[in-house]
């Protein structure tokens, strides 16, 4: 019998940013030199502020949702890919957006909907928005229902209340959008919903 002694090495990545994430996978040290030159990368995948890309949204598979190191780096993975073009554009932009303005007075995430004019749900995304920014986004969102399929929108909700009213007269011409923001003009929308 012949006994030989090997020695190996290996190359640990870690970030300098996020130091307890580190792998010895090296088509992963891209991404870790691409979020530590982001530090808001980090910040957005590791924290619950972004309803679409924080530690458990629903964008990512299961397995890499939670808040270990290693899921870390898996959602990571995902949003790069997302800014890279990998997706249709309304995510590119989704997740653009949210690298932007992530860390803006008031920003939040909300389950945009739209209701048709059927009386039925249909587009819906989770998106981050700011007050500031909320109507730009509802024009994305808008924009990306009708690429989808065109069913006529009767208005838009933001985690169940309706922001925007959309109604159409008789010719099918679609009047200006109503900015619904005040409790009683969403009591009177309610009343008329029941009617």
Not at 102 to 129: A, H, I, M, N, V
Not at 137 to 164: M, P, Q, S
Request: charged residues 25%.
């Amino acid at each position: 019998m012949k006994a030989q002694e090997v020695v190996t090495r290996t190359m640990v990545y870690s970030s300098e940013v996020a130091t307890d994430v580190s792998t010895t996978d090296e088509s992963l040290r891209d991404v870790i030199v691409w979020a530590d030159a982001t530090p808001i990368v980090w910040k957005i995948i590791t924290g619950t502020k972004s309803g679409p890309f924080g530690r458990n949204a629903n964008t990512y598979l299961g397995y890499a949702r939670g808040a270990s190191p290693e899921t870390a780096l898996l959602r990571a993975v995902a949003l790069k890919r997302m800014l890279e073009g990998g997706d249709a554009d309304f995510f590119r932009w989704r997740a653009e957006f949210t690298l932007t303005h992530y860390s803006d007075k008031g920003f939040r995430s909300g389950f945009f909907r739209q209701q048709d004019t059927s009386g039925y749900s249909r587009g819906c995304c989770e998106l981050d928005y700011t007050p500031e920014t909320r109507e730009e986004v509802i024009d994305r969102f808008l924009g990306w229902c009708d690429e989808c399929a065109t069913f006529e929108t009767k208005h838009v909700t933001i985690d169940e209340k309706i922001v925007r009213v959309v109604s159409a007269d008789k010719s099918g011409a679609v009047e200006p959008a109503v900015n619904v923001t005040s409790p009683g003009v969403q009591l009177q929308l309610r009343k008329q919903q029941r009617t």
